[in-house]
T-cell receptor, first 112, second 118 residues
Framework: GEDVEQSLFLSVREGDSSVINCTYTDSSSTYLYWYKQEPGAGLQLLTYIFSNMDMKQDQRLTVLLNKKDKHLSLRIADTQTGDSAIYFCAESGYSSASKIIFGSGTRLSIRP | EPEVTQTPSHQVTQMGQEVILRCVPISNHLYFYWYRQILGQKVEFLVSFYNNEISEKSEIFDDQFSVERPDGSNFTLKIRSTKLEDSAMYFC????????????????FGQGTRLTVV
């Protein structure tokens, strides 16, 4: 079945860039997402990228997609303490047309 | 900005009891979903619902679970005879079109209901 994998933890210094990586298995993925979950809160969609794109930039966020390697990354420039959260990579596609498949989430912590 | 709302935010129930988790999806959305997240684990798909019927469900969504759209605005998840392992955060979501196929594929999630079975 479809699977999405990502590392569990990432620690960065405030002001540095954070890069969160993700791999997925579904070759028919059409959309790939990054969701943010702050402590005790719900899932907030940060950004998504269509599978025919290589890159998408939105203010401090840059998403890179390598469809050949099924690899997705999220770069957060100038990481701030407010960026501390769990970041979920997710995908939807024709083989999972009515649902989103989530990764385990990467907990991003910010060092002063 | 329109949002998905869920009630209650926290529900405590005794093992064996039935619970109903309530959601109000965004008003012009047609597809509805329930997900759950056991503490520290992945967000897992439970069920999707369209045109008043289940369109897809996971192996987690067994006979203990049911969904309903009773009045055109609410979307409920019923869990019969709750077990300790049903303790989780349950997220409702909605989207205007089917995910992965439409031009607008964003699914909007509610804040979740934390279910604690004791």
């Amino acid at each position: 079945g479809e699977d999405v994998e990502q590392s569990l933890f990432l620690s960065v210094r405030e002001g540095d860039s954070s890069v969160i990586n993700c791999t997925y298995t579904d070759s028919s993925s059409t959309y790939l997402y990054w969701y943010k979950q702050e402590p005790g809160a719900g899932l907030q969609l940060l950004t998504y990228i269509f599978s025919n794109m290589d890159m998408k930039q939105d203010q401090r966020l840059t998403v890179l997609l390598n469809k050949k390697d099924k690899h997705l990354s999220l770069r957060i420039a100038d990481t701030q303490t407010g960026d501390s959260a769990i970041y979920f990579c997710a995908e939807s596609g024709y083989s999972s047309a009515s649902k989103i498949i989530f990764g385990s989430g990467t907990r991003l912590s910010i060092r002063p | 900005e329109p949002e998905v709302t869920q009630t209650p935010s926290h529900q405590v129930t005794q093992m064996g009891q039935e619970v109903i988790l309530r959601c109000v999806p965004i008003s012009n959305h047609l597809y509805f979903y329930w997900y759950r997240q056991i503490l520290g684990q992945k967000v897992e798909f439970l069920v999707s619902f369209y045109n008043n019927e289940i369109s897809e469900k996971s192996e987690i969504f067994d006979d203990q679970f049911s969904v309903e759209r009773p009045d055109g605005s609410n979307f409920t998840l019923k869990i019969r005879s709750t077990k300790l392992e049903d303790s989780a955060m349950y997220f409702c979501a909605s989207s205007p079109e089917a995910l992965g196929r439409g031009t607008n594929t964003e699914a909007f999630f509610g804040q979740g209901t934390r279910l604690t079975v004791v």
